[in-house]
């Protein structure tokens, strides 16, 4: 099974950029990248994915490498509610025996 | 409107008893998850219900029995409970299957403490 590999923790200003680093070196073709996150005390909600081509949402962006071994997360504009553990984690579309593998994530600390 | 609702939110209680945790969402998707997560915060799907039917069933000890009645609801009873049970569990939903590239929404967890 495809993994990710993630720091541990990240810290960042506040209202700062902040690029969160994913490695998943062992990707398929058929695989999505895939970014939640967790605040505290709460369940983990969406962020964004994609499959090759770099994306955006009103929340984040992310830039996927061309070899798609590696992905970053990039919030442009941190804010205080923005700390939380960030996980990435790949999906497979098509595999009948699914199962999805959350690491334990890269807790990001912002500080005011 | 909470999209995925789970009750309760905490539940305190000895080994042996048999808990159950509920699950409903409004969002109108066909599949419904049970996550846990760990002391070390690793989340792990357990089970896995396209319309009301078990799509995935993890390792997980029998002990352990998801009844979907309806595809908006997947509760979760435990029978026997032991110290090791002790964790957050997650609902979880998705429009379609685990196969294709859904978002999953996450209802905001049950703390279980086995004394």
């Known amino acids: 099974d495809a993994k990710t590999t993630q720091p541990n923790s990240m810290e960042s200003n506040e209202e700062e950029p902040v690029h969160l680093p994913c490695n998943h070196s062992?990707?398929?073709?058929?695989?999505?990248i895939h970014w939640y996150r967790q605040l505290p005390s709460q369940g983990p909600e969406y962020v964004i994915h994609?499959?090759?081509?770099?994306v955006n949402n009103r929340m984040a962006s992310l830039a996927i490498a061309e070899d798609r071994k590696s992905s970053t997360l990039i919030l442009h504009r941190a804010t205080l509610r923005d700390a939380a553990v960030y996980y990435c984690i790949l999906r497979a579309t098509m595999d009948s025996n699914y199962q999805l593998i959350w690491g334990a994530g890269t807790k990001l600390i912002i500080k005011p | 409107d909470t999209a995925v609702s789970q009750t309760p939110k905490y539940l305190v209680t000895q080994m042996g008893n048999d808990k159950s945790i509920k699950c409903e969402q409004n969002l109108g998707h066909d599949t419904m998850y049970w996550y846990k997560q760990d002391s070390k915060k690793f989340l792990k799907i357990m089970f896995s219900?396209?319309?009301?039917?078990?799509?995935i069933n993890e390792t997980v000890p029998n002990r352990f029995s998801p009844k979907s009645p309806d595809k908006a609801h997947l509760n979760l009873h435990i029978n026997s409970l032991e110290l090791g049970d002790s964790a957050v569990y997650f609902c979880?939903?998705?429009?379609?299957?685990?196969?294709?590239?859904?978002?999953?929404?996450f209802g905001e967890g049950s703390w279980l403490t086995v004394v």
């Open positions: 062992t990707i398929s073709g058929t695989d999505y």
């Open positions: 979880a939903s998705s429009l379609r299957g685990p196969f294709s590239g859904n978002t999953i929404y």
């Open positions: 219900y396209n319309n009301k039917e078990l799509i």
């Open positions: 994609g499959l090759t081509s770099n």
